[in-house]
């Protein structure tokens, strides 16, 4: 499976950046996919994940109410829709296909795309 991640930016805080994950597989409603970004001196942390069907979602408790994730298996595509960003939001982003760890509720990742910068000035 190959992930392209594309959409990061410079925006300025409360605004909005929309980033997109295209893979390359036939099999692609049998992944979950999600986000995880790495703040600079900071690990990579969970951010978002979306079930093969697109019908299960799970975020991490700092973005609930501001980054809704979704996918469009016609597409091979998952988005993630950051509103209402804030400078602690600033990192790489990264997409991911796998499982979800069925006790957390995060992303179990087998594949991994390159990353996209997202900075939040304040």
């Known amino acids: 499976v190959q992930l392209q991640a594309f959409g990061g930016g410079v925006v300025q805080t409360g605004d909005s950046l929309r980033l997109t994950c295209v893979a390359s597989?036939?099999?692609?409603?049998?992944?979950?996919v999600g986000w995880l970004r790495q703040a600079p001196g900071r690990e990579r942390e969970f951010v978002a994940v979306v079930s093969g069907t697109g019908a299960t979602t799970y975020y991490r408790d700092s973005v609930k109410g501001r980054f809704t994730i979704s996918r469009d298996n016609a597409l091979n595509t998952v988005s993630l829709q950051m509103n209402s960003l804030k400078p602690e939001d600033t990192g790489v982003y990264y997409c991911?296909?796998?499982?979800?760890?069925?006790?957390?509720?995060?992303?179990?990742?087998?594949?991994w795309g390159q990353g996209t910068l997202v900075t939040v000035s304040s």
């Open positions: 597989t036939r099999t692609f409603s049998s992944y979950a």
């Open positions: 991911s296909a796998g499982g979800i760890d069925a006790r957390t509720h995060t992303l179990i990742s087998d594949y």
